[in-house]
């Protein structure tokens, strides 16, 4: 059986909360699957760090954009990792007006809300891709 | 004043984010309570992904600007990066210089609790370093 693990890469953009959110669903996937899903810092993978890089190399990976320069996932590329899954966390956002994140430094009670809806659909996402890596 | 001597306005605070890291937390949160707190109207700053990636206003804005670097590890990502495509920083700072125990830092997320102190303190010293550049540089 395949023990590969799910790198989850948020954009974590400093200037909105969107990248608070993205950087927030990132930590709870790992809450919610700690034997599957790990992390790597995505501006160490960006400048060239070899163990992030064969981390991702050696995974699945998921990346997690707040914006349309869609940081996260052009910089798992440009390391030969076409990422398995991309989301557009703003597109979320987008679906669920209800849940609206407040700040960039404390997202309220909406954005915790919108990172949980976001994580659960991520987490099934992620339980597909394990799914099928068995048959 | 005369026209070419203009007062420097801001400084450029560039923040690791660290993904994998509590420290990278803290160095975001500490950078961002400057940014929006201590100096709202002395400084700015850059998101670090993109501007590795090429970001041109970005590092133009670096190059031009003074910038200090907060980082929350020993890699120096921020550091490295600023210094690779922008020229000397001004200042840097290690997150990891701060903390005194391996059990002030435990938790990744921003929503945590326990780093407020370091936090704090980190912030502070971005602030200090801030005053000091901008005092500096408009002599």
Partial sequence: ?135 | MEENEKKLSKVGIVSCSGEDLPEGSISRLATLEVLHHKKLFDTTTICLPLYIAGGEGDRMFAKNHPTITVDGCEKLCAKKATEKYSGKVAHSINVRDFIKSPDDVKNKSNLNEDKKRITSEVADAISIKVDEILKENNK
């Avoid at chain 1, 669903?25 to 700690?34: G, Q, S």
């Avoid at chain 1, 160490?44 to 992030?52: K, P, Q, R, V």
């Fill in chain 1, 1 to 135: 059986m395949d023990n590969k693990k799910v790198i989850v890469i948020p954009c974590s953009g400093i200037g909105k909360p969107i990248g608070t959110v993205s950087r927030e669903v990132a930590y709870e996937i790992m809450r919610l699957k700690p034997d599957t899903a790990e992390t790597v810092c995505l501006a160490a993978l960006t400048s060239g760090d070899e163990e992030s890089i064969k981390k991702i190399k050696d995974n699945y990976v998921i990346t997690l954009d707040g914006c349309a320069k869609h940081c996260a996932q052009k910089n798992t590329q440009a390391y030969g990792k076409e990422p398995d899954k991309n989301y557009m966390i703003l597109k979320f956002a987008a679906q669920n007006p209800d849940k609206k994140p407040e700040g960039i430094i404390d997202i309220g009670k909406g954005g915790r809300e919108l990172v949980k809806t976001i994580s659960e659909k991520i987490v099934s996402d992620i339980d597909e891709i394990k799914q099928n890596e068995k048959k």
